[in-house]
């Protein structure tokens, strides 16, 4: 019994120690306790309750395309700070320093079991995945691309943090301006594939996010333009259960398909592969 009682207090203090230094984590839904080298085998999903931990871009690199490899385009467009937001640069030199991207997005041309795409995608790290001026940009360019070289372009997002306030109209006008483009896309019979993460929000998710000829969305990603809490209090109601996750917009038509992150490669895969297969002329009868 005193051995006991005195290996209690020091397993506590080895748990709370390997959690401090990161070797475990706490799953955000369930409350499990995860070993993350099993979590980064399983694609960062929670094996006792299937929930999907937050990813950066670079894990989504490597799960959807051939090799993990992007040939990136439009290197070293940095935002400038055009209405001189107070600690507006300290804050993007630190999120480029903590993150080690230029900005909130790659993009460039890529491979799907060997199709061919333009791929671009966000990440929450960076600003909580914002909509600044390049990132709009980077958005538009690569539209473009998609257009001139007439190739799917597959669109992940990650972007809780919508249009970026620091911005002000500079971020907003990325809203229209995107939306072009991949209208454009679609006038060409180009595909374009929404791929939505958790979170996806306000001037993102009003703009090139739900535009997609196919909108696929991870379990559970808050999806939306106001979270519910600022509804709810707007509103003075209390909203459905599971208001603007990716269930319930499936259910209501806004998204196609709900997808684990498991099943994410080959189902985008067989997407494109009916998207982008020739359709024949049928043939005329004598």
């Not at 080690?100 to 060997?114: C, F, L, N, P, T």
């Not at 209090?233 to 998204?255: A, D, N, W, Y």
Request: charged fraction near 25%; charge should be positive; aromatic fraction near 8%.
């Amino acid at each position: 019994m005193f051995l006991r009682k005195n290996l209690r207090p020091a397993r506590e203090a080895r748990k709370k120690l390997d959690l401090k230094d990161g070797l475990w984590l706490k799953c955000e839904s369930c409350g499990e306790i995860l070993y993350r080298r099993e979590l980064d085998q399983s694609y960062w999903i929670c094996p006792k309750c299937g929930f999907h931990f937050r990813v950066g871009h670079k894990t989504y690199i490597k799960l959807l395309l051939d090799e993990g490899k992007l040939e990136e385009i439009d290197k070293g467009l940095v935002s400038v700070d055009p209405l001189r937001f107070p600690k507006y640069k300290e804050k993007y030199k630190t999120s480029r320093k903590k993150t080690g991207m230029e900005e909130g997005i790659v993009s460039g041309r890529a491979e799907i079991q060997g199709m061919p795409v333009i791929f671009a995608a966000t990440d929450f790290a960076f600003m909580g995945g914002s909509m600044g001026s390049v990132v709009g940009e980077k958005v538009a360019r690569a539209a473009r691309l998609a257009l001139a070289e007439r190739k799917p372009f597959v669109m992940l997002t990650a972007s809780g943090g919508g249009a970026r306030m620091q911005e002000g109209i500079f971020s907003l006008m990325q809203m229209a301006k995107t939306s072009a483009e991949v209208g454009l896309l679609k006038q060409a019979q180009i595909p374009y594939i929404n791929i939505l993460t958790h979170p996806t929000m306000a001037g993102v998710m009003a703009s090139f996010a739900s535009l997609g000829d196919v909108i696929i969305a991870e379990p559970g990603a808050l999806l939306g333009f106001t979270g519910p809490r600022v509804i709810e209090q707007t509103i003075g109601e209390k909203l459905p259960p599971g208001f603007q996750r990716s269930e319930f917009l499936l259910e209501h038509g806004f998204v196609d398909i709900v997808c684990s992150r498991r099943e994410l490669r080959e189902t985008l895969a067989r997407i494109l592969s009916i998207l982008t297969e020739p359709h024949k002329e049928p043939s005329s009868q004598t």
